[in-house]
C-alpha cells in the first residue's frame, strides 16, 4: 500500500511539473506575449493569491509586482488586468472597439446564456444595445418627462420616509422600491404600490442576488463552473433567484403581448414587440421573445440594484460626515427653498452638492474590476498580444482611486469635483459607470436618479445617526464583483 501510495504521489508530482512547463512554454511561444503575471497552479490558477472577499486588493498587489498591464490565471483561463486610469483609458476609449467585447462571467451566462444586452457579444450586442439606447432615449431618458416620473416618485418615497415617524428603519426596501418603480414605469409602463406582495418578492430577489454575486460562491463558480455546477453552496440560490427573476420577466412579456397595440406603445416591451414583428422575415434579426425576456431581466435588475445601493451607501456617507450634510441642506435652501419639487436644472447652481454625488459614486466604487471585456480580435496592446477572445478586467477601482487624479483616495472629500472658487469640477477618471463602447446604458437615467432623490430627501428631513458617528463603518460589507455598504439604521427628522 505504501508503495501504491508512493507512486501515486510520484505521479501527480510528474503531472504538476508537466503541467507547470506546460504553462511557461505557451508564455514564451504563441501566447507568450501576453503580459507578465505570476504563474498559476495547473486547474487551480491563481485562485491561490486572491483574497475572495476583496479581488481589487489582491489585483492591487499583484500590479504592484508585475506592472500596470498583468496576466492571472482564473482557473485555466488567462485574464488580462488593466489598472490605472491611463491605461484604462487607453484601452476603453482610445481603443474601444478592440476592447468592446463582453467577458465571460459563468454565473451571468448561467442565467442569461447569453442574451440581453448585458451579457452578449458581436451583432446580438450591437442590435440589442442601440434599440435599447434609442428606445430608452425616445422614452424620455434626459427627457423632461423620465425627470417627472422621477419626481412623482420621490414624493411617494418621502411619504412613505414619513411613516417612520422618526423611529429608526432600514432603508434599503424604501430606496429599492423608488427607483426600482422608475424603471418598471419605462420598461412596464406602470409603477407598483410599495405593498404590494408580488414587487416585495422581486426586490428581495434582486437585492440577495445581488449580495450573493460578491461571495466567494459564485467567484468560485466563476473560476470553476463546469466542477461548481455539481457541488452545493450559495451558487445554487443564485442560479434559482436568477430563474425566479427571468420568469417574473417572462410572465409580463407575455400580458403584454395578449394586449399589445401596435399603433400604440405603452413602454419598451411594446416597442421590442413591435421590433420584433417587423423584423420576423430577417434572418440576421437578434429579435426574439428571449431577447426581450433577457433585455428586460438586465435592465430590471441593474435599473434596481446598482442605485438604490449608491442611495443607500450614500446616505450612509452622509450619517458619517453630518458637516457636509448641512452644507448640503443649505445649499438646498437658497437655491431650491422648501415650497418647489426639486429639477436637474437645479444641479448647474449646486455645485457643492454635485460634487458631493460625484465623490459618493466614486468613493463606494460599487463595481471595482467592471463586468469583464474580451477583445474582439487579436490585438498589439502597449508592447504585449492579446489573443482575440482574451478576458480583460479593466480596475475601475484603480481609476476611480489614482492618486495622481484623485489626491488622498481613501478619504471621503468633495474637494476632488470643486475647484479652487468651490466650482464644480469635472474629472475624466470618474468613470463608475464604466466608459467606452460597453459605458453602461443606464447612464443618464442613474444621474438623474441620484441627484433628484437624494435632493428630495434632504429637502425634506434632517439626518440622525442611531449609534456615535465613530461607529459608523464606511467599509464595504461585500467585495467581490460588487461592493455594498453594511446594514444599518437612521432616523429621519421632518424640516
Not at 454575486?213 to 450559495?234: C, I, K, R
Not at 449608491?310 to 450619517?319: A, D, M, N, P, Q
Request: charged fraction near 25%.
Amino acid at each position: 500500500m505504501e508503495l501504491v501510495g508512493a507512486s501515486i504521489f510520484l505521479l501527480v508530482g510528474c503531472l504538476t511539473l508537466l503541467m507547470i512547463g506546460t504553462v511557461q512554454k505557451r508564455r514564451k511561444q504563441g501566447i507568450g506575449k501576453l503580459p507578465p503575471g505570476p504563474i498559476g497552479l495547473p486547474f487551480l490558477g491563481n485562485i491561490l493569491q486572491l483574497n475572495s472577499k476583496d479581488i481589487f486588493l489582491s489585483l492591487n498587489k499583484l500590479s504592484e509586482k508585475y506592472g500596470s498591464v498583468f496576466t492571472i490565471h482564473m482557473g485555466s483561463e488567462p485574464v488580462v488586468v488593466l489598472r490605472g486610469y491611463d491605461v484604462v483609458k487607453e484601452a476603453l476609449n482610445e481603443r474601444g472597439e478592440d476592447f468592446a467585447g463582453r467577458g465571460s462571467l459563468p454565473m451571468l451566462d448561467r442565467v442569461t446564456r447569453g442574451h440581453g444586452v448585458i451579457g452578449s457579444n458581436g451583432a446580438r450586442w450591437k442590435q440589442l444595445r442601440r434599440f435599447s439606447l434609442m428606445t430608452l432615449r425616445n422614452f424620455g431618458m434626459g427627457k423632461r418627462s423620465i425627470e417627472e416620473r422621477i419626481q412623482e416618485e420621490a414624493q411617494f418615497l418621502v411619504e412613505a420616509l414619513r411613516k417612520t415617524e422618526e423611529l429608526p428603519f432600514d432603508p434599503t426596501y424604501f430606496f429599492s422600491r423608488s427607483v426600482s418603480n422608475v424603471i418598471c414605469s419605462v420598461v412596464f409602463g406602470g409603477r407598483f404600490d410599495y405593498e404590494d406582495k408580488n414587487f416585495l418578492i422581486l426586490l428581495s430577489l434582486i437585492n440577495d442576488f445581488f449580495r450573493i454575486f460578491s461571495t466567494g460562491w459564485v467567484q468560485l463558480y466563476n473560476f470553476f463552473p463546469n466542477v461548481m455546477e455539481y457541488l452545493p453552496g450559495l451558487h445554487k440560490k443564485a442560479v434559482k433567484e436568477g430563474a425566479q427573476m427571468m420568469a417574473f420577466a417572462a410572465d409580463r412579456v407575455k400580458k403584454h403581448q395578449e394586449t399589445l397595440d401596435p399603433n400604440s406603445p405603452r413602454d419598451f416591451i411594446d416597442c421590442f414587440l413591435i421590433k420584433m414583428e417587423k423584423d420576423k422575415e430577417n434572418p440576421q434579426s437578434e429579435f426574439s421573445t428571449k431577447a426581450l425576456v433577457t433585455t428586460t431581466f438586465d435592465l430590471l435588475t441593474a435599473g434596481t440594484e446598482t442605485v438604490s445601493t449608491t442611495l443607500r451607501y450614500g446616505f450612509l456617507i452622509l450619517l458619517k460626515h453630518p458637516e457636509i450634510e448641512a452644507k448640503i441642506h443649505e445649499e438646498i435652501d437658497r437655491v431650491i427653498g422648501q415650497n418647489r419639487c426639486p429639477s436637474i436644472e437645479d444641479k448647474n447652481a449646486m455645485p457643492y452638492t454635485e460634487a458631493v454625488i460625484h465623490e459618493i459614486q466614486r468613493f463606494i466604487d460599487i463595481i471595482p474590476l467592471a463586468v469583464p471585456h474580451a477583445v474582439t480580435r487579436d490585438i498589439k496592446f502597449r508592447e504585449y498580444v492579446i489573443p482575440k477572445g482574451t478576458i480583460v478586467y479593466p480596475m475601475l477601482s484603480s481609476v476611480l482611486s489614482d492618486p495622481k487624479l484623485f489626491p488622498n483616495p481613501e478619504s471621503f472629500d468633495p474637494n476632488h469635483f470643486l475647484d479652487a472658487n468651490g466650482c464644480f469640477k469635472r474629472n475624466d477618471a470618474f468613470m463608475p459607470f464604466s466608459a467606452g463602447r460597453r459605458i453602461c446604458i443606464g447612464e443618464g437615467l442613474a444621474r438623474m436618479e441620484i441627484f433628484l432623490f437624494i435632493i428630495t430627501i434632504l429637502q425634506n428631513f434632517d439626518l440622525k445617526s442611531v449609534v456615535d458617528l465613530k461607529e459608523i463603518d464606511l467599509s464595504p460589507e461585500m467585495s467581490g464583483i460588487t461592493r455594498v455598504p453594511h446594514h444599518y439604521k437612521l432616523c429621519l427628522v421632518p424640516r
